[in-house]
């Protein structure tokens, strides 16, 4: 399969900042029916990301976002590499968002959702499909 991340990832990317406060972040991912924000520095190189699932541990929603953000918890893929690398990274990390960089700087964002359109717009091909069994006659 050669699907780059490119061709998949969504680029109309809403991102915000770290001292933006969690109950913002909060309202844009509800106004905009998302579950994933980077976060940004402005530069606009990738520092985190935020996701729904975060939000479990909030105790204070007047807290800028920078409380959650964690290092490890920033999964990256380069534009150019091919989807099954960002597969392997979701399935080995288990998460659901990779942030798309190109030379350090934010470009899009890529879910496990935009890897199921591959199947379902059929465009991914079984790499050792079942052998068919043929009649006797």
């Known amino acids: 399969m050669n699907v780059k991340v ?4 969504a680029t109309n990317v ?9 109950e913002h972040v909060k309202n844009v991912m509800k106004t905009n029916k998302i579950s994933a924000v980077p976060v940004v520095n402005p530069q606009n190189e990738p520092l985190g990301i935020i996701t729904s699932n975060d939000f479990s541990q909030v105790l204070n929603n007047q807290s ?22 960002a597969a392997k990274i979701m399935l080995k990390h288990h998460v659901h968002h990779l942030v798309v960089t190109h030379e350090g700087k934010l470009v899009g964002i890529i879910s496990s959702f ?10 991914f091909v079984m790499k050792n499909p079942p052998l068919t069994k043929s009649k006797k006659e």
């Open 114 to 123: 935009d890897l199921l359109k591959l199947i379902d717009e059929k465009r």
């Open 64 to 85: 800028p976002i920078s409380t959650l953000l964690h290092e490890s918890h920033l999964y990256q893929i380069p534009a150019y590499n091919n989807v099954d690398v």
């Open 14 to 22: 809403i991102v915000t900042s770290p001292h933006k406060s969690i």
């Open 6 to 9: 490119s061709d998949l990832m």
